[in-house]
């Protein structure tokens, strides 16, 4: 019997601490003291990671005849992000809803009530101005008002990358967002592939950002991965691009088995001047609906301020009309640790099965970390072990990750299983080796067991994880 979800933070807990107790996340440089905003995989964390990028490289390049792949560097050219306007956009003054962490530009809000406010003044003089209308300024979101300072802050990480003067040069940046490096390509992909509009290139990498306040697990971190797509359209397709975009991109994220009444759709209200629509695929986490990812109508804004910035013509020629213009751009982009965290939010159950509660985390069996565990029943019986050890090599030449665990008792290995979401453990017993050569193979959601020979178990467990 499954137990219904306890909810927000108590929820959120269990999961943080079934990631470190069972090897999926671990906070980073924990016995130096740790440090803040970025984690480590462990070896579950690892595999269910690998899971889910090659579950999107499979629907974003793979299934599609139109995109193509890219692994662009983290290093680039400093003047992308001054074309990008990274460098001044990010540059913001910015305050912290003490409530809800929502972050406001405080100039731009100062200029909502009519106090000018000028983007080139210091911390201090933005300060006075933003105490002096306090009581005016509300948080859009929760409507309390209670903030931290405002600071003048870029998300960008900056490095000395290259610089060996002593007074050192412009910074070089750790990219802030993998899309730059898509979009400085377009020309090269055009060029050496001959692809033919409409058409997408992706990717999957780190991006950095100087998050002022790193929070909630894996959802906001200052080291992230990202899997983005740029889809280039002719101007008059963009929007039935997008459409077609939207709905392959919710698919896809309900193939990983993600719950539908646990995904919406959020549209923007405020959008950038230059985009033409944007919304969000938000996952109902233990905090309430948020941002998994986006997807969003961006029409030539990113091409015509790297044309600008590098000089270069980001033109595409259409091969029937002769036709020249910039491409417009649709994109979806999603981080690996929100999706890694909405999965690990879905797949979590707590159930009441031969009168103990149990956990179990409920993947589909495509993402789970390790697909099959083999056991002896008894460790200190050879003949049950080396069995057992066989099988294991037998079966680990077809299905992996697999496997073989002789710890503890049959029960606490199970429970072990299950907390890892293992589908199916498979056990040697003594019926295996004296009566009919079958195992017992339990699936993890219902606790079932079935005989199967052992003959048959490679396919009996290929048919039953596909
Ligand atoms: P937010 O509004 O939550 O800060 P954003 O709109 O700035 O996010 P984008 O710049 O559009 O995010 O980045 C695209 C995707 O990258 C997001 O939908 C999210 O999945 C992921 N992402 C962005 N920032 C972070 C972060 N600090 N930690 C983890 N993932 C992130």
């Known amino acids: 019997m499954e137990i219904a979800k306890t909810k927000d933070s108590e929820l959120m807990e269990k999961i943080v601490s079934l990631c470190k107790r069972r ?98 003044m210091s911390e201090e003089e933005i300060n006075r101005l933003f105490d002096e209308n306090k009581n005016k300024i509300k948080c859009p979101k929760c409507g309390k008002q209670n903030f931290t300072k405002a600071r003048k802050f870029n998300l960008l990480v900056k490095s000395n990358l290259g610089d060996f003067t002593e007074a050192g040069t412009a910074p070089s940046y750790l990219r802030g967002e993998t899309c730059q490096g898509i979009y400085v390509n377009v020309k090269n992909v055009l060029d050496s592939g001959h692809m033919k509009l409409p058409f997408g290139i992706a990717q999957i990498g780190k991006a950095f950002r100087n998050e002022i306040a790193p929070r909630q697990f894996l959802f906001r971190t200052r080291e992230f991965e990202q899997m983005e797509m740029q889809y280039l359209t002719k101007p008059d397709q963009e929007m039935i691009e997008y459409e077609k975009l939207r709905e392959y991109r919710f698919k896809a994220i309900v193939s990983l088995g993600l719950k539908e009444e646990n995904l919406k759709w959020h549209k923007h209200d405020n959008l950038v001047f230059y985009a033409k629509e944007a919304y969000d695929i938000e996952y109902n986490y233990p905090w309430g609906f948020d941002e998994m990812e986006g997807v969003h109508a961006r029409g030539t804004y990113d091409l015509t301020q790297h044309s600008k910035g590098s000089g270069q013509e980001l033109t595409y020629q259409d091969p029937e009309t002769n036709e020249k213009f910039i491409p ?88 072990r299983q299950d907390e890892i979401g293992t589908p199916f453990c498979v056990t040697v017993d003594f019926d295996t080796i004296e009566k009919d050569d079958t195992v017992t193979v339990r699936d993890r959601d219902s606790g079932k067991q079935e005989r199967v020979a052992v003959k048959e178990l490679v396919n009996y467990l290929k048919s039953k994880l596909a």
């Open 23 to 120: 090897g999926f996340v671990y906070p980073s440089s924990e016995i130096y003291g740790g440090f803040a905003g970025v984690y480590d995989f462990g070896p579950m964390g690892v595999e269910l990671e690998n899971n889910l990028k090659a579950h999107w490289w499979k629907w974003m390049v793979h299934k599609r005849q139109d995109i193509v792949g890219l692994d662009s560097c983290i290093f680039m050219n400093p003047k992308i992000w001054e074309a990008s306007g990274h460098t001044k956009g990010f540059s913001d003054p910015l305050a912290e809803c003490k409530n809800c962490n929502t972050r406001i530009r405080v100039d731009k809000v100062l200029e909502e009530i009519g106090v000018k406010a000028d983007e080139k």
């Open 328 to 415: 417009h751009i649709i994109e979806s982009s999603i981080g690996v640790g929100r999706l890694f965290l909405a999965v690990m939010c879905d797949a979590y159950t707590e159930d009441v099965m031969n009168e103990e509660t149990r956990v179990y985390l409920k993947f589909k069996p495509s993402i789970a970390p390790v697909k099959v565990a083999v056991f002896p029943l008894l460790k200190n019986k050879p003949e049950l072990v080396s069995k057992a050890k066989h099988i294991f090599e037998v079966l680990n030449e077809e299905i992996y990750p697999i496997v073989f665990d002789d710890n503890g008792n049959v029960g606490k290995r199970y429970r």
